[in-house]
């Protein structure tokens, strides 16, 4: 059991890519956590296949390093706006924060969220200036934007006056100052650590306390909680009282014990580099996972029994700004290519979720067909469908919708957010008509003379549904978009949704070279020569504005005049062929995707022609909410 004063406990946080899990590994070396004939992956901290593949962090981690005695507890926070609620309850764990900032990019949208974040709890961040081996790198400018920044979050003098390190995590080097020319390592940064980093302030002596700050679940041990020891010590196979807390109002100026119950720790585990080690027992101001009771919710009160009435405010998580249902799949090809099918199976896969991650939403709004899931973003319930679909699940998820309020008033709110975007100069004049569309307003626009444009803009968030692939295509791939969310605004007004229609079959069977090359004059393809289809599957995107009823699976007749060594002759273009961050982005308001462990469609709600032309006539003669409104 380690001193509370030879612990450091401090988190990561930074902008998306500007290196925090890279600096994690050079970390790691430089304390020699790894033996040495070890064979390490790169972002080994990034452990799950989504994340190795995007190269983004979407759940925090913990690990541990030893260097001089000093046991450093170090918290790796996802740098995406749509997983910051994994940054908001992980900060209650720490002393201190290692803010990231890119010496190119200087400060980005969520950069100042989670700076913001960590100013609010009083925490003193140290700056660490990335990259300074990139060219265009401008490490003094980039200190002076954070440096503003601090004083525009409304940062103490305490806050304002942090240390500074420049160097490069990818190569494993940090400095205080780069005309120094000091070693080459980071010893500067763990010196850093000990010496500005506080101590957890802790009380051995006192009776043990602790509040639970991040959830994790194993099918052996079930629930597990994590949380920093605030007092006393921990042991395997404690007594505990459980205690929940609840904000007594909207405004959260006060807060209230909702229930306390008995319970126990049977596993106890603390952190050694990556890995879990199960003790007999931990102390004041160290880390820990333990797991016993049945139920564990982020914000719970674990403490001794001799300790009366024990009371911390519960932890502050925003909530969700989008939601989308996702049902039971009734097409044709239902069971076909998954295993777990059922409403029941969906139903129990989505509570399982929501035990990990406090950032999701699951209603059970009474529907037969399935249920309704609201989280952050786009990107946050499309990583979600994507894990289900690779344990072997299948389902059909609807189009992203907005989560709206209303005000005291009874006005319409809708959810607002901050975009900046670096554009090459060549590629401004459609970004910005496009966002005009989507009522999106300039705020600035600045010329960084390297032929980028840096725009920053509010936009409400239905306006970037579905605009990020059409943005990259804009962009030809060289623009950059970032988001974050800022609050709620009065709803902007209808805006223009997809341009074009799509592709309809209206036959079953196998796709076929003979159809398929008379309808990509028609519009861009989803499919190939092969590929099954079904009546009201979509298949493909139609060039003109409206649904065009189509047959993929249409056959050429044979006769003297026409024989099958004709189709050798047929050119078809490649197809452009949908994953479910495409899928999701590209659906229209009647349109559902349907998910299975190989294969992204896209199809009609009602695949009945009729059925769906008579709901489109009813449908036309009611008024939306949001309409309503306007009159």
Not at 36 to 64: F, P, Y
Not at 114 to 140: E, F, Q, T, W, Y
Not at 269 to 275: A, I, K, R, S
Not at 361 to 379: A, F, I, M, T, Y
């Amino acid at each position: 059991m380690t001193a509370p004063e030879m612990i450091r406990n401090v988190a990561i946080v930074a902008h998306i890519d500007h290196g925090k899990t890279t600096l994690i590994d050079s970390i790691f070396r430089a304390a020699h956590t790894f033996r040495e004939n070890a064979r390490v992956a790169e972002r080994v901290m990034d452990s799950r296949d989504l994340e190795r593949e995007r190269g983004i962090t979407i759940k925090a981690k913990h690990c541990t390093v030893n260097w001089q005695g000093y046991r450093i507890n170090i918290v790796d926070t996802p740098g995406h706006a749509d997983f910051s609620g994994e940054v908001e309850r992980v900060l209650s764990l720490v002393d201190s924060v290692i803010l990231l900032v890119d010496a190119a990019e200087g400060p980005m949208p969520q950069t100042r969220y989670v700076l913001m974040r960590a100013l609010r709890l009083g925490l003193r961040p140290i700056v660490v200036v990335n990259k300074v081996d990139r060219s265009h790198a401008n490490p003094a400018q980039a200190l002076d934007k954070t440096f503003d920044l601090f004083v525009e979050l409304g940062a103490t003098d305490e806050q304002c006056d942090f240390p500074v390190l420049y160097g490069s995590g990818l190569e494993g080097w940090l400095v205080e100052d780069l005309d120094a020319g000091a070693d080459q390592d980071l010893e500067a940064l763990f010196r850093t650590l000990v010496d500005y980093v506080p101590a957890p302030k802790a009380n051995s002596e006192a009776p043990f306390l602790m509040q639970v700050s991040t959830l994790a679940w194993s099918d052996y041990l079930g629930q597990i909680g994590c949380g920093k020891i605030l007092q006393g010590t921990l042991r395997k196979g404690d007594s505990l009282t459980q205690t929940r807390v609840r904000w007594t109002d909207p405004e959260r100026s006060g807060h209230e014990t909702l229930w306390s119950r008995p319970a126990s720790c049977v596993h106890l585990f603390t952190t050694q580099g990556l890995d879990r080690e199960e003790a007999e027992e931990a102390g004041a101001g160290d880390i820990v996972w333990f797991s016993g009771p049945d139920e564990i919710s982020l914000g719970d009160l674990f403490s001794s029994p001799q300790l009366e009435n024990p009371s911390l405010p519960p932890l502050d998580i925003e909530e969700p700004t989008v939601s989308m249902f996702f049902l039971v799949n009734t097409g044709p090809f239902a069971g076909k290519e998954g295993q777990a099918v059922t409403l029941r199976q969906l139903k129990a896969r989505l509570e399982r979720e929501t035990k990990t991650d406090v950032a999701l939403r699951v209603e059970d709004l009474g529907r037969p067909d399935g249920v309704k899931v609201s989280g952050r973003g786009e990107l946050h319930l499309a990583i979600l469908v994507e894990e289900m679909r690779r344990e072997g699940m299948e389902f059909c998820v609807s189009r992203p919708e907005i989560i709206t309020h209303r005000d005291d008033a009874g006005k319409l709110l809708e959810p607002v957010e901050e975009l900046l975007i670096d554009v090459p100069e060549d590629y401004q004049g459609v970004v910005i008509q496009k966002l005009a569309l989507r009522k999106g307003e300039l705020l600035s626009m600045a010329n960084s003379g390297t032929g980028l444009l840096r725009l920053e803009y509010r936009i409400p968030t239905r306006g970037l549904i579905g605009y990020r692939n059409e943005f990259l295509t804009d962009t030809r791939g060289l623009g950059v978009l970032t988001s974050r969310f800022v609050g709620y605004a009065p709803w902007f007004g209808e805006m223009t949704g997809r341009s074009r229609g799509s592709l309809v079959s209206l036959d079953g069977g196998l796709a076929t070279s003979y159809s398929l090359e008379n309808l990509q004059t028609r519009g861009t393809l989803f499919l190939s020569p092969g590929d099954p289809v079904y009546c009201g599957m979509v298949v493909g995107e139609c060039s003109r504005p409206k649904d065009l009823p189509c047959n993929p699976a249409k056959r050429k007749q044979l006769t003297n005049h026409r024989s099958a060594t004709k189709d050798a002759m047929i050119i078809l273009d490649v197809p452009r062929k949908l994953n479910v961050d495409s899928a999701l982005e590209w659906i229209g308001e009647d349109e559902l995707v349907e998910v299975t462990p190989p294969s992204v469609r896209v199809r009609k709600i009602i695949l009945d022609p009729t059925e769906r032309k008579r709901a489109a006539m009813k449908a036309g003669a009611g008024t939306t909410e949001a309409e309503e409104d306007e009159e």
